[in-house]
């Protein structure tokens, strides 16, 4: 988010993550007072010290190197820009080859001060060990490698005094690479299936003394159950292929400025669904007859492309062992619909469920285990001989692919939700992996040493050499051993510009000859939110909205999204009314939305900013606003940023509604009349996705958006469990609206507001409306697909194409009419039917576009069109494509 909704963004995730976790988590601990920070290995910078002589101390026998006053070189100020306002220190060339042993033990820097006393702080090291060992390290394969069926382990933890390798239950010893910094042991070719973790002995910071760390490969390739050990593992093993891998047929691919995506929880998606033979699994997606498939498969005949999968990596919050797994104690359905019963049952068991989200990594590069059929032995029962596939924890890396497989089959390409910018816990923790292998490294840092945490949790650092090179590893460890055909970056604001553009060159050298995947079909998308200890560029060049134009990288955009809901996310009143919400066309009670006349100014400017949305969010097109100026899409005001960001389409992805926040249908029911009938909330439903989906550039809808799906209100479902997550394939079932009142944490405050709504049986749809909509949103990707001119590719091309006729100072409230080469788009959000007269093109043979003309949508089919005039007639809450014969 931009200008007061950043830090908000940031306090929300923090909730999400610290309750995600076990008590112990929840809070995060960096060095003790580290406010020094060596940054390479001449350079010390020092926050809060004098600039006289001063000194690190390391060892037992009081050994120290010299440290002398000294300033930043000019690019050491570009690599730490938030770094230059502190005194800096020159490390005395006498003493420079003793920082490899320095930085094996405890670490302080000290100076006398002006007084006669003595200081000291912590040091950080991420600079120096990058300086020392990143530019070799950085080319090293990580983890269990194979040659000739023989695996060689490796891990980087350069400032451990020993690693070894506990294997089937031995130790066995592993050799140090001084030039690198990594410990490597190769073994025999009965180790492969075997479990095994590092025994790493590491001064720890966080608890200031020397520890033995018994912890598992950052760069596993599997693990048994519940994390417990890493797996010795090929992925190029034939026994984890499953039939047909190897020819593998895909979808044809899409250009990202033509992506049409569906995102998707794997357990939501089939848990409820009882024609899966497989529900909450991989297996679902390859149920071909269950209803969730056959619905999968319609939005991909109409034009759906992707499916975007959350978090399908190894998360440290759910029992991955079906036995482990808690279940509510509770009949649920017995409760009213506007209870609170429903949400304090389910949160009994919440934190030891089947159910998260999954946004607490633990292993970034391993499929979950709670998805699959078996997640593994456990870490003492593990041998590859004893129950095959399944016993030797490979079901779940088979599974996953057969869940590509499937989806590949059913006409779609799979998208994964990767979350790099933070860890599920740091320091001594359990759920560490990183911070117990090298302390203080892959962490970000504030400047006092204390872990930064505005990610959620404990933050990452891609921007030193090892983390980065961690991310690059890893997704092109999906991209070319499950086939993952794209990946959204969760936070990818939090990360380096270089970092990303760093995946992107690793994917485009991927090859079907050399790879077996095409990399450069491979799509990247991210959140480019700016705030936090990163935000404006504070540490480096990031990866957001504006930093990320031309690069062919898309980021989410918040500003349509905004504009057709009402408000933000994060409104006192969720009343707070849009374009698709009834903004003055259509008023609901709360005071919060002004008066008529703020309402109007208000809405009008909301069309000014979805007219910017359905150009791709170009920064650079060209258009009269509602004020009647002409200006860019720079020029527009999104809460003092520029609404228009992208130099290209494609360059910004436009959504309504997505995993986070409300659903869709239950902003409306917060914002919408409550008098609205069902009939109509469909239609605007229906309008408010066309806003995405008939925009140049990629978008994305949150599965069951089609059918009115509901939370019961829930705006961060992240740990609801099944109850109010779970997908409703069938209309019988409803639309998960009138499951109770939503879980506390999060919305009691909206309590007040939700209660009556849950409360009222009209708000709860019939099948005709669910129906209706499915089949108007299908009838949009229909025309979508098969229209070249929602596809362009440049700023000039569509400032040529693409205009809006009637825009300006007399424009309708609630109208927008958008002119698209030989098409029309009309969306008219108002209560009453529209004539939307251009009288440029009288004469020109317009009709509705056959789709809607014969389409399920009876309504939409009465739009008609007065060729002596140029007045397209709309009906109420309708979008109607028209075109040029």
């Known amino acids: 988010m931009n200008g007061p909704l950043r830090r908000t963004v940031a306090a929300v995730a923090m909730v999400l993550c610290a309750a995600a976790l076990p008590a112990a988590s929840a809070a995060t601990a960096g060095p003790a007072d580290a406010r020094a920070q060596w940054i390479d290995r001449d350079t010390v910078v020092w926050k809060g010290a004098e600039h006289t002589a001063s000194q690190l101390e390391f060892g037992t026998h009081g050994k120290h190197i010299r440290l002398r006053p000294g300033s930043l070189s000019p690019s050491e100020r570009l690599a730490y820009p938030h770094l230059t306002g502190y005194p800096a220190f020159t490390v005395d060339p006498r003493d420079r080859g003793l920082a490899p042993a320095a930085l094996r033990g405890r670490l302080l820097a000290s100076q006398r001060t002006a007084d006669g006393g003595r200081t000291t702080t912590g040091v950080q090291i991420p600079g120096v060990l990058d300086d020392l060992y990143g530019a070799r390290a950085r080319h090293a394969a990580l983890g269990p490698v194979f040659h000739h069926g023989r695996p ?4 980087w933890a350069p400032t451990a005094r020993t690693v070894a390798l506990e294997l089937d239950g031995r130790t066995v010893p592993m050799r ?19 479990p095994y973790r590092y025994r790493v002995t590491v001064w720890a910071p966080t608890v200031g003394k020397t520890v033995t760390n018994k912890v598992t490969d950052p760069y596993s390739t599997a693990l048994t159950a519940d994390s417990a050990r890493s797996l010795v593992t090929d992925l190029d093993d034939p026994q984890l292929a499953p039939a047909g891998w190897s020819r593998l047929t895909k979808p044809a691919a899409v250009p990202l400025r033509r992506a049409r995506i569906q995102e998707l929880q794997i357990r939501d998606f089939s848990v409820e669904d009882r024609t899966s033979r497989h529900p909450g699994s991989y297996l679902a997606f390859t149920d071909r007859h269950s209803d969730g498939m056959r619905h999968l498969t319609s939005l991909a005949r109409s034009g759906t492309s992707y499916v975007h999968l959350l978090p399908a990596f190894d998360f440290a919050t759910t029992p991955e062992r079906r036995a482990d797994q808690a279940r509510p104690g509770c009949d649920l359905a017995s409760y009213a619909p506007d209870s609170d019963r429903q949400q304090e049952c389910t949160g009994k068991t919440a934190a030891r469920d089947a159910y998260n989200w999954g946004y607490d990594p633990l292993h970034y590069t391993v499929p979950e285990g709670s998805y699959a059929s078996d997640p593994g032995p456990a870490s003492e029962d593990s041998s590859p001989s004893r129950g095959g596939v399944k016993r030797s924890g490979a079901a779940r890396t088979v599974e996953f692919r057969r869940m590509v497989q499937g989806l590949n089959g059913a006409g779609l390409r799979t998208v994964m939700d990767v979350v790099y910018n933070h860890t599920a816990a740091s320091g001594q923790d359990p759920h560490s992996v990183l911070d117990r292998i090298v302390p203080g490294y892959y962490q970000r840092l504030m400047d006092d040493g204390s ?14 050499t090892m983390m980065g090179k961690l991310v690059v590893d890893s997704v092109v460890t999906w991209a070319k051993e499950y086939k993952v055909d794209g990946f959204r970056f969760d936070l990818m604001g939090h990360h380096p510009k270089a970092n990303i553009l760093a995946v992107r060159k690793a994917l485009d050298a991927l090859t079907p000859r050399k790879d077996g995947v095409d990399g450069k079909a491979v799509l990247l998308y991210g959140e480019g939110w700016n705030f936090g200890e990163a935000g404006n560029d504070a540490r480096f060049v990031q990866a957001t909205q504006q930093n990320m134009a031309g690069t062919g990288i898309a980021t989410f955009s918040d500003r349509a999204r905004d504009a057709v809901r009402g408000g933000s996310p994060f409104d006192g009143d969720p009343r707070i009314q849009g374009f698709a919400s009834g903004l003055y066309t259509d008023p609901n009670s709360s005071k919060e939305n002004g008066t008529p006349a703020e309402q109007r100014a208000r809405l009008l400017h909301y069309q000014d900013l979805i007219k910017v949305g359905l150009t791709g969010n170009l920064a650079g097109y060209t258009f009269t606003d509602t004020t009647g100026h002409r200006v860019k899409g720079s020029g527009v005001d999104y809460n003092g940023a520029p609404a ?6 494609g360059d910004a992805l436009a959504y309504a509604d997505a995993h986070d926040n409300e659903t869709l249908y239950d902003a409306l029911a917060y914002k919408l009349p409550q008098r609205t009938g069902a009939a109509d909330r469909s239609r605007m439903q229906v309008l408010a ?23 019961s209100l829930d705006r961060n479902s992240f740990d609801s469990g099944d109850w109010f997550n779970a997908l409703h394939w069938n209309c019988a079932d409803g639309n998960g609206f009138g499951r109770g009142l939503p879980p506390a944490a999060d919305n009691k405050d909206k309590w007040p507001y939700g209660k009556p709504l849950l409360a009222d049986p009209a708000l709860r749809p019939g099948c005709d409306a669910i129906h209706h909509t499915s089949a108007a949103y299908r009838d949009l990707l229909r025309i979508h697909a098969t229209e070249p001119a929602f596809g362009l590719s440049t700023t000039a091309a569509v400032q040529k194409a693409l205009s809006f006729p009637l825009s300006g100072k007399d424009e309708t409230p609630g109208v927008i009419t958008m002119r698209l080469g030989n098409l029309v788009v009309v969306l008219n959000a108002t209560p009453d039917p529209r004539h939307q007269t251009v009288r440029a093109l009288a004469g020109e043979p317009y009709a509705l576009h056959p789709v809607q003309a014969h389409g399920a949508d009876r309504t939409t089919a009465t739009a008609s069109y007065a060729r002596s005039s140029g007045t397209f007639t709309v009906p109420a809450r309708t979008v109607a494509v028209f075109r040029r014969g």
């Open 451 to 464: 872990v930064a945490t505005s990610t959620c949790c404990s933050g990452t650092a891609p921007e030193h």
């Open 689 to 711: 996705l066309a806003t995405a989906t008939l925009s140049q550039g990629p978008a994305l809808s949150q599965a069951g958006s089609d059918l009115l799906r509901s939370k």
């Open 176 to 194: 140090r690479d001084d030039s690198t910094g990594i410990w490597r042991v190769q073994g025999a070719h009965d180790w492969a299936g075997k």
């Open 644 to 649: 228009g960001y992208a130099a290209a389409p």
């Open 152 to 155: 060689t382990l490796s891990v």
